[in-house]
């Protein structure tokens, strides 16, 4: 009886995302080490599950790079490291080939503590998974292309990595000013072409 019926098709969600000020407040209110998880997670869009499995034999310090040996499909990716996470795991004393990278634990009650007091209304619980969204939309904001950052995510398609073009269209708004350019040289060029001192 259920062969005629049609699935509703799922809404695509624009996502949340932290803005540049936003995530400062909130590493700032920040605790150890909560505050190392945040800021991995923020510059580098590993999910939750891949930031409790990293591991120190999947971490090179000297080639700057972090390798996820799984990821959600099954696929492996290494995530190249920003001079922050860099600094910051070079820190870290003891790094045994086995250990964590991280602690494990749950971080949510200090996180969401953190973001009250740095004012940030919209973070809650489930912050990590949203921090991705906020990687990905700094990504955007910087003109980083959809097809990397699919790649820097592990996603294994566009439909996913489109929903971050819509987050802060800020590459869409600087298109559309690129005709107004256009109509500024054009305006110009006929000004000059209507000049009596133009040369010949």
Known sequence: PTDQLQMKKEQSQVP???????????LM???????????IA???GMRRSELRRLKWQDVDLDAGTLTIPKTKNGKFRVIPMTDRVAELLQ????????????????????????????GVGHVHPHMLR???????????????PLDR???????????????YAKARP??????????????????SASIINQSPWRLP
Do not use: W
Not at 29 to 39: A, G, L, R
Not at 132 to 140: D, K, P, Q, S, V
Not at 170 to 187: G, K, S
């Open 42 to 44: 923020a510059d580098t």
């Open 16 to 26: 949340e995302a932290l803005s540049e000020e936003q995530l400062k407040k909130l």
């Open 149 to 163: 950052i699919m790649e820097l995510l592990g996603h294994s398609s566009y439909q996913m990595v489109l929903r």
């Open 130 to 144: 949203h921090k991705r969204h906020t990687f990905a939309t700094r990504l955007r904001d910087r003109g980083v």
């Open 170 to 187: 800020r590459q869409l708004v600087e298109a559309v000013r690129t005709l107004e350019n256009r109509q500024e040289e054009n305006r």
């Open 29 to 39: 209110y920040c605790p150890e080490p909560c505050k190392t998880i945040v800021t």
């Open 91 to 118: 820190t870290i004393g003891l790094r045994l080939p086995d250990q964590c990278v991280l602690p494990q634990g749950d971080f949510s009650r200090p996180l969401a503590k953190a973001a009250k007091n740095a």
